[in-house]
């Protein structure tokens, strides 16, 4: 850095030409005594100026797109564990490292389709294809920044990924920033990062982030559930029977990932004699969501096939119809096909791997196709083991050809149901529907 000062070049390096103090004391590595540390670095600070910029160059280019964006925001589909932002970025000076990581997981489809043409004759116009390709690229590094292990080609990989994002970064943002970009943090870690993990190992293993959490997990937490008296024996034992929790859940985990627990809220309950009469009545019903109607309606043409293809289960007469609003996994997924949950209908999207010796029948995700839930039934028949089945209505690829964008693949829904045991369902998926477009969708890959 040193050289570049003195050729008065920093600006080449996003740097002021500012002498450092420390290149006076020959003992002190200044650069390795403070390593990039991706919380501050990233979270709270080169994303968080992502963020401010393009709401600059969207209110200079058309201001009416900064209320899209927080329209957009609002109406991302909800998910497990996942905050929504119902007021778009208007907070945005106070949010939390962790609410910039979620904010992350979905900027890309909000720019995505954002605005096609230079309306307003702007100077610098930024092509919509740039901005939301500097969030696909943002997204990228910062997923490998996250690697618990870097051999020398992902560690020239890290590198790579780190320097597009950032040459876009600077194409784009640059007119919007005064100092132009001259920020320590872009500076440390475009070309610091790489030479501290080398040296100190994964940026994991010296990041804030987790000594904050360590911290907020096994101290503060567990001091907020006791009493405030022996407060350290409190917190041992507290840790103690988490421990213990956390090994045997671990334990089951591995043996049966997409186990079914249990069933819960339930909804409807009906004879399969009487069955039709009843959904008839239910699709008729103006407090029941599309996607329950939907699957009222086939419901009993998808329980024929289902029938037809199991030996053990034939000829069934009559058994109990029970539909469920929620089914928790053994992994601890929750699966919802409610029509309200906190006031709003909430019908989850699954993963289900198909077998192997059918996989190059189908056009797959690597080996998962996708689906949305549509209902949950438990069949009780009389004298036979209970059958646990979810009403999907599939996805398919939206094109043959370029079937993914963002690295995420993109969906269309299908006129195809099946009723499908809830053992065979991998997981839940967070897929969004795509802006402005009529049935498009993302899978949101960057949810894991």
Excluded at 36 to 55: C, S, V
Excluded at 133 to 158: C, H, Q
Excluded at 297 to 305: A, G, K, M, T, V
Aim: charged letters at 25%; hydrophobic letters at 35%; glycine letters at 2%.
């Amino acid at each position: 850095m040193q050289e570049y000062f003195y050729n008065n070049a920093g600006q080449d390096v996003s740097l002021e030409n500012i002498p450092n103090y420390f290149w006076s004391l020959p003992s002190i590595n200044v650069y390795s005594a403070t390593v990039p540390d991706r919380m501050h670095h990233l979270d709270l600070g080169l994303f968080h100026y992502q963020i401010e910029f393009t709401q600059a160059l969207l209110q200079k280019q058309d201001s009416s797109l900064v209320n899209k964006i927080d329209n957009r925001l609002s109406k991302i589909p909800r998910f497990q564990k996942f905050q929504m932002f119902t007021n778009g970025l208007q907070s945005i000076s106070r949010m939390t490292a962790k609410e910039y990581r979620i904010l992350m997981k979905v900027m890309v489809f909000v720019v995505d389709n954002l605005y096609k043409e230079n309306e307003n004759n702007v100077e610098n116009f930024v092509e919509n294809k740039k901005l939301s390709e500097v969030y696909a690229k943002w997204n990228k590094m910062y997923m490998m920044s996250r690697s618990e292990i870097f051999t020398e080609s992902d560690l020239e990989n890290f590198r790579k990924d780190t320097f597009e994002w950032a040459k876009l970064f600077v194409e784009i943002f640059k007119p919007y920033s005064r100092s132009k970009l001259k920020f320590p943090k872009f500076h440390s870690w475009i070309y610091h990062i790489f030479e501290s993990i080398r040296q100190f190992g994964i940026i994991n293993g010296y990041t804030t982030e987790t000594y904050e959490s360590l911290h907020k997990d096994f101290v503060k937490i567990p001091y907020r559930m006791s009493n405030k008296k022996n407060v350290e024996d409190q917190i041992m034992k507290t840790l103690k029977r988490q421990d213990i929790i956390n090994v045997i859940n671990k334990k089951q985990k591995k043996k049966k990932p997409t186990k079914l627990l249990n069933f819960s809220s339930k909804l409807f309950k009906t004879k399969l004699t009487e069955a039709n009469i009843y959904f008839c009545e239910k699709m008729n019903d103006p407090n029941i969501n599309d996607n329950m109607i939907k699957g009222f309606n086939q419901f009993l043409e998808c329980f024929d096939d289902f029938l037809d293809n199991i030996l053990e289960v034939k000829n069934i007469k009559e058994c109990d119809i029970i539909i469920y609003g929620t089914a928790t996994l053994e992994n601890g997924s929750i699966i919802r096909a409610k029509n309200k949950f906190h006031d709003k209908p909430w019908f989850s999207n699954v993963a289900i791997s198909i077998d192997s010796n059918e996989s190059s029948d189908y056009q797959s995700d690597e080996g998962l196709c996708y689906g949305k839930i549509l209902l949950m039934a438990k069949i009780e028949i009389e004298e036979k083991p209970p059958l646990n089945l979810a009403l999907v209505q599939w996805y398919d690829f939206k094109f043959e050809k370029n079937s993914y964008l963002y690295n995420c693949p993109l969906l269309k829904l299908v006129e195809l149901y099946n009723l499908i045991p809830i053992e065979t369902i991998d997981n839940i998926v967070h897929i969004i529907p795509r802006f402005d477009e009529d049935n498009e969708y993302f899978v949101n890959k960057y949810i894991s």
